[in-house]
């Protein structure tokens, strides 16, 4: 089974705009792997993919993305998600533009 999955640090500015909006969840792969290897699977290779997302000065598109996908159960506007990044992306650590995937191989621990 191959899982690829946000496993970004709290620093990253992604995961940080999340939290400062309310969304509660930051590090899915942590979940997932825990799920997996209690079904019976063992991990066998694990790989970061570091990228880099920079919102710092986000296209209305990425505005609307964020509103409407990510919250679409709540009212959360483009101005409130502006303000938001403006704060988070004037960090000068470059953490904040780091996200980082989980690529995690794993299988069945039945068969060798």
Request: charged share 25%; glycine share 6%; hydrophobic share 40%.
């Amino acid at each position: 089974m191959i899982v690829i999955e946000n496993g970004s640090p709290f620093s990253c500015g992604f995961i940080r705009l999340l939290h400062g909006l309310g969304y509660p969840q930051d590090n899915w792969y942590i979940d997932i792997e825990r799920d997996i290897l209690a079904s019976g699977f063992r991990l066998e290779f694990i790989h970061d993919v570091v990228c880099t997302r920079d919102l710092s000065n986000p296209s209305e598109g990425v505005l609307r993305f964020i509103a409407e996908v990510l919250f679409e159960h709540m009212t959360v506007g483009p101005e409130l998600i502006r303000e938001r990044i403006a704060e988070i992306y004037s960090d000068p650590s470059p953490d904040v533009k780091h996200v980082v995937r989980k690529l995690a191989v794993f299988k069945n621990s039945s068969h060798k």
